[in-house]
């Protein structure tokens, strides 16, 4: 829900000024959402190592994902 918008957003971002700008809120806005997930981990009785560990492998792996496609973006505008 948080990773599929910001992703979209830097990626359309790419070459433009609001690059680093998008990315910077996108990386704040992620590590948000794991400073949330450890709080919210024992109040819904989960073990925090194993959610912190699997969400923040999932934002990595999308992450990843993000960086691939705006390269390939970034690719596609300068081959023109």
Same mark, same amino acid.
């Given at each position: ?18 690059? =680093?700008?998008?990315? +910077?809120? %996108?990386? *704040?806005?992620? /590590?948000? #959402?794991?400073? &949330? ?5 024992? @109040? ?6 194993? =959610?912190?560990?699997? +969400?923040? %492998?999932? *934002?990595?792996? /999308?992450? #990843?994902?993000? &960086? ?5 973006? @970034? ?6």
């Amino acid at each position: 829900v948080v990773q599929v918008p910001l992703g979209w957003w830097v990626v359309r971002s790419v070459g433009t000024g609001r690059f =680093l700008g998008a990315w +910077a809120i %996108g990386m *704040l806005a992620r /590590l948000a #959402l794991l400073g &949330g997930l450890a709080l919210a981990a024992p @109040l819904l009785w989960l073990d925090r190592t194993v =959610l912190l560990v699997t +969400a923040a %492998g999932a *934002l990595m792996a /999308l992450l #990843l994902v993000e &960086g691939v496609v705006a390269l390939m973006q @970034l690719s596609d505008t300068t081959g023109r």
